[in-house]
């Protein structure tokens, strides 16, 4: 289905080739107009249309669990939405925004937890710095992975197959828009978004320049297993709590299924998650995509079923590929940072991987930093916050190799 799909994109044909204007008369008549001339593939619907600076976009049908009812925007855009079909029975809400001071850069942005939220914020921060802008729903709405049951292409779109429509999407629509191809292309994401980060450097190296990685939810399989094993741990025996919090979570053969919280980070996001005795975003990934059961208890989780999740591998969701190789050769960059204060995925991960791909490769660590930097910032909690470093200065090292 993924080949299939990627074929159809790639017969988009640009019927018009549009000449850039600054002004914002011409540039708001060239957005109403663009679907007359553009065709979306796939496209259930579509739309255009001009956004001037300082409107408050609402968005009315959104899922109340991804918390984002409206956005103001700070830069004139065009503004492109559109339901595509991924397969028979799966599909993306995608939204593109074209600023009209465009810098002739794209960036996609990516999503957080089971990913089913458009992070509007994202692209309008994009867009206000001058990129073409892209983001989707990564196949499904809201937090709940309620979508997945009984649906492996809902599956799919969330692994890796959403991000990638999207981005050939959004840049062949940019083109078509501006009438000039985009001069760099980046990526944007951390937790879920850092995964998908990973994987686009993993799977599909021709997609971006670079990309900024943070706090990647990759071993996929296994941070899941990780998270749901604090369930059955929460209660009277919080000295057995405790050391379990602080150890890595080991298989029934004693081999690592995934590494221990950072000390000091079960104030930065674990007592919303980890330490309430109550089930969040990885029981539905259990329940819905590996057992495929409404019905499945959390409570129940074993050590056997860590291993199901592994050997499943889901559309090799675990994104624990070592091999950059491609990636490294067209020139991409990819800056990566976890906070050690990381409350929600464990900040033992990252290094964990840079060992990996450095073992992979053959490379040391001085031989990876002509194209890969991992940063692990002190005090940061997940994705930010926290007393630390917040700002990341990854386009100059992406284009100057300067950091």
Same mark, same amino acid.
């Given at each position: 289905m993924a080949l299939q799909f990627s074929f159809v994109l790639g017969a988009l044909a640009v019927v018009v080739s549009v000449g850039s204007s600054s002004n914002t008369d011409a540039f708001q008549t060239?957005?109403?107009? /663009?679907?007359n001339y553009t065709t979306i593939p796939n496209a259930n619907s579509s739309s255009s249309e001009f956004v001037e600076a300082g409107t408050t976009i609402q968005f009315p049908g959104a899922d109340s669990s991804c918390g984002r009812p409206s956005q103001v925007v700070s830069v004139s855009l065009c503004r492109i939405t559109a339901h595509v079909a991924t397969s028979s029975r799966s599909?993306?809400?995608l939204e593109l925004w074209l600023p009209e001071n465009w810098s002739c850069r794209f960036l996609s942005t990516g999503n957080g937890g089971l990913g089913g939220c458009v992070q509007y914020e994202d692209i309008e921060y994009a867009a206000s710095l001058g990129f073409a802008a892209v983001g989707t729903n990564n196949g499904h709405d809201g937090m709940s992975g309620q979508s997945f049951l009984n649906n492996p292409d809902v599956i799919e779109d969330f692994a890796y197959r959403a991000l990638h429509a999207g981005v050939? /999407?959004?840049?062949a629509i940019a083109h078509t828009f501006y009438g000039m191809p985009h001069s760099k292309s980046y990526y944007l994401g951390c937790s879920t978004g850092g995964r998908q980060g990973l994987k686009e450097a993993q799977a599909f190296p021709d997609d971006f320049d670079g990309i900024v990685a943070g706090a990647p939810a990759n071993s996929f399989n296994n941070l899941t297993s990780w998270s749901c094993h604090f369930l059955p741990l929460t209660g009277p025996t919080q000295v057995d709590t405790l050391r379990s919090i602080?150890?890595?979570l080991l298989s029934i053969d004693g081999s690592l299924v995934y590494p221990h919280l950072q000390p000091g980070a079960e104030l930065t996001g674990a007592p919303q998650t980890y330490f309430t005795g109550q089930p969040f975003?990885?029981?539905d990934w259990f329940r819905y995509a590996i057992f495929n059961d409404f019905a499945w208890d959390p409570f129940s989780l074993t050590p056997e079923d860590y291993v199901i999740s592994s050997n499943l591998n889901l559309f090799n969701i675990e994104t624990w590929d070592g091999h950059?190789?491609?990636f490294k050769s067209r020139g991409g960059k990819l800056l990566q940072y976890h906070g050690l204060a990381d409350g929600t995925i464990s900040s033992e991960n990252?290094?964990?991987y840079y060992e990996h791909v450095s073992q992979t490769m053959g490379f040391a660590p001085r031989d990876l930093d002509e194209f890969y930097r991992l940063f692990r910032i002190s005090g940061m909690g997940h994705c930010g916050g926290g007393p630390a470093a917040n700002e990341v200065v990854w386009q100059a090292w992406i284009q100057t190799r300067t950091c």
């Amino acid at each position: 289905m993924a080949l299939q799909f990627s074929f159809v994109l790639g017969a988009l044909a640009v019927v018009v080739s549009v000449g850039s204007s600054s002004n914002t008369d011409a540039f708001q008549t060239r957005c109403s107009s /663009l679907l007359n001339y553009t065709t979306i593939p796939n496209a259930n619907s579509s739309s255009s249309e001009f956004v001037e600076a300082g409107t408050t976009i609402q968005f009315p049908g959104a899922d109340s669990s991804c918390g984002r009812p409206s956005q103001v925007v700070s830069v004139s855009l065009c503004r492109i939405t559109a339901h595509v079909a991924t397969s028979s029975r799966s599909g993306i809400k995608l939204e593109l925004w074209l600023p009209e001071n465009w810098s002739c850069r794209f960036l996609s942005t990516g999503n957080g937890g089971l990913g089913g939220c458009v992070q509007y914020e994202d692209i309008e921060y994009a867009a206000s710095l001058g990129f073409a802008a892209v983001g989707t729903n990564n196949g499904h709405d809201g937090m709940s992975g309620q979508s997945f049951l009984n649906n492996p292409d809902v599956i799919e779109d969330f692994a890796y197959r959403a991000l990638h429509a999207g981005v050939v /999407l959004g840049k062949a629509i940019a083109h078509t828009f501006y009438g000039m191809p985009h001069s760099k292309s980046y990526y944007l994401g951390c937790s879920t978004g850092g995964r998908q980060g990973l994987k686009e450097a993993q799977a599909f190296p021709d997609d971006f320049d670079g990309i900024v990685a943070g706090a990647p939810a990759n071993s996929f399989n296994n941070l899941t297993s990780w998270s749901c094993h604090f369930l059955p741990l929460t209660g009277p025996t919080q000295v057995d709590t405790l050391r379990s919090i602080y150890s890595p979570l080991l298989s029934i053969d004693g081999s690592l299924v995934y590494p221990h919280l950072q000390p000091g980070a079960e104030l930065t996001g674990a007592p919303q998650t980890y330490f309430t005795g109550q089930p969040f975003g990885a029981a539905d990934w259990f329940r819905y995509a590996i057992f495929n059961d409404f019905a499945w208890d959390p409570f129940s989780l074993t050590p056997e079923d860590y291993v199901i999740s592994s050997n499943l591998n889901l559309f090799n969701i675990e994104t624990w590929d070592g091999h950059l190789s491609a990636f490294k050769s067209r020139g991409g960059k990819l800056l990566q940072y976890h906070g050690l204060a990381d409350g929600t995925i464990s900040s033992e991960n990252s290094p964990r991987y840079y060992e990996h791909v450095s073992q992979t490769m053959g490379f040391a660590p001085r031989d990876l930093d002509e194209f890969y930097r991992l940063f692990r910032i002190s005090g940061m909690g997940h994705c930010g916050g926290g007393p630390a470093a917040n700002e990341v200065v990854w386009q100059a090292w992406i284009q100057t190799r300067t950091c």
